[in-house]
């Protein structure tokens, strides 16, 4: 994964703790969602409800596991963005504990009309401030 602009912290706590002592799969998903709440706020007032117009879905989702987490763990979630479509992109994401790599992943997010139920292209204005962070 390229470098992230975006970094997101964050402590384990113990509703992310499984039956096994460490962090549960289902967690890191929330992790990822945090960081993404997080970086679209960061490039205006953006939210996975409202991206100037429309919202999001996420039809897909990746997570792969290098590392077990641990409760109080100080983590870093990177995000970058790509793969831009007309009404689809991905983010990318990598969760660091001391710049060791814990778990990686992506999820694929479709913007999406909640009015109509429909999907609908990516709102220009939302596009270019993913597309200037990102420096594309």
């Known amino acids: 994964m390229e470098k992230n602009k975006f970094q997101f ?7 992310d703790i499984n039956y096994g002592g460490h962090v549960a799969n289902s967690a890191v ?4 969602q945090d960081a993404r709440i997080a970086y679209l706020s960061g490039l205006g007032s953006y939210s996975e409800i409202d991206l100037g117009g429309c919202g999001i879905i996420m ?20 995000v970058i963005s790509r793969d831009f479509k007309r009404s689809s992109w991905v983010m990318a994401y990598r969760v660091e504990r ?19 139920r429909k999907p609908c292209r ?13 420096g594309l």
């Open 29 to 32: 998903l929330n992790f990822f």
């Open 9 to 15: 912290p964050y402590r384990v706590g113990i509703a």
């Open 98 to 116: 001391d710049a060791e790599v814990t778990a990686e992943g992506e999820t694929t997010l479709i913007c999406f009309n909640y009015q109509t």
């Open 122 to 134: 990516i709102p220009t204005e939302f596009r270019a401030a993913l597309t200037a962070f990102e």
């Open 59 to 78: 039809p897909e989702a990746h997570v792969f596991f290098r590392q077990e987490m641990f409760l109080g763990d100080q983590l870093s979630v990177g």
